[in-house]
DNA sequence: CATACCTCCAAGTCCCACTTATACTGGTGC
DNA sequence: GCACCAGTATAAGTGGGACTTGGAGGTATG
């Protein structure tokens, strides 16, 4: 088996024509370079360089050798040089798959400023939600899983959240819940409500998660929510709420780009938060720009 | 330093997707692998598999270096090869020099039993004397030079031989010298004659070195011999000599392969030799396809 | 629930690569 | 002709690293 190492002395050689002399351009000692081309020669079974004395000459195995040893180097080079791109953040390609609705204002902040800071990498972004989004990162399909859970959710039924424990689980951010009620709502002015207070209202619901959390929310509240409508898509909720069709419970972050014509917002006692947070695999969150990607969305999440 | 020896469990591993496979396929154990593969990725700078519990998969960068590992390990196998095929004498080129008309039999033998024996090498040839051909040894410029030498001139005169003694000094051939008469001359019926017999006669002599070497040995016998002609061809010399110009003393291969026409050949008493060696440097001698050369060479004499 | 398979980790052993030191050789100066 | 210099080969010593064995943990499959 040849070495590249090897290679690369022999190809020093058959430049400088000297053993010491490649031994000071390679910073090692003179016997080195000896032992190593005589390895070389072992393993070769013939003589590589003919010592005359005076200059040391290449035997035509010996012009073989530097004749493949250059492009072998060429090649162990570039493959360094591009994984060292990519571990350096002058490359590399991370596949980001964020629930729906949820890369309205928080993707796109930490996309633009990935882009700003590592110019060279390339994020694509593709939307699902779990357990979807998780199954791709299992297979392979994407680097990181933006997704959201319920603290309460998580408490009360753990099973539901237990694929994610081998997974590198990153809080981006906490997200209150807030009230959406029609405009001339006898709470629109209060500002501020229970969940009780919403005990008789038609609900509108989102994604079936957030189904079942409002529900459970409710029943701590002491009700149970009479649910009219459920939509995934946040804008529909919106727009029945203000159409007077019932109430909702939104998190803050999706009216953070819209404003609610028809509606108005109110605080909702007690606080409830949404936690969104990027999931990605152990091995991948090591991989530089997954993880500046991460680090990109708790920045994002800050502002 | 990425190592040729981590590119190839790399790509063994992508093939095969376990550690545990790849380490059965290169007759290791896993743990082997498994550590190399550790290091391979901690002098990349970036993880290169996931492992995901079930399946193994290559992250970017992975890729990007099993993609360059491909094309760097077909390289090496090449190179291995071309080696190997030098080394086994399935390929190789000999560069020979020969003495002018030293090549008359000796060489073309050696040549054909060399084409007969390793077809696929390739033996040059070329022409010169020493100490030419010497100096083109010491050049690179061929890997055999076949010459001659006189015993007795090198006893004399060790200096002139003095440039061999760093050479490997293969000995192919001692070779008797014979008198040639013109047919008719009073000697040419007796078949045998002692140098002191053609004190009177012209001579005609070959090369410098021959003739060097004529006048030492018929000093020893008394006389200094009378020289007319002088010339490297040895056709030329027997034509002289057939023409009734004078006699000569010539190597007994020289006529091996002609017949001279007008003259007759004569024991020539006391023996005296010329010794054909061949020469190469120590290095080269170690060459497979050089020494086979020589092993032909020698070979050839025999018959 | 047991089994089989795979991976990682830890410890021990062995080999190999490099260094230092030294001898030897050829070319070069006075 | 002799000493000097540069280069190579060799020997001995040392340190690191690569592989093995042995064991633990985890995951699919029967």
Redesign the interface.
Known sequence: ?????H?RVLREVARTGSFSAAARELGCTQPAVSQQMKALEQS????L?????REM?L???GE??VR??V??LA??T???E???A???LRA??VRLVSFPSGSSTLVPTALAAMRAAHPRTRVSLDEAEPPRSIEML?N?DCEIALAFRYPEVRAAAPEACADWD?LVVRPVLTDRLVGLVPEGHRLAAAGSAAFGDLADEPWIAGCPRCRTHLVEVCESAGFTPRIDFATDDYPAVIGLVGAGLGVAALPELTLASVRPKGARTVRLEPAVHREIVALT?P??A????VGAMLDQLESAAAR
Do not use: F, S
């Open positions: 088996m040849i070495e590249a190492r290679l070769a079974g013939t003589p360089l003919v010592r005359t004395g000459r035997t035509q195995a073989a050798l493949h040893a492009g072998i090649g162990l570039a493959a360094e591009e994984v060292a990519i571990a350096g590399g390609r299992r392979g081998d695999l091995d991948l090591r991989v530089p720009a």
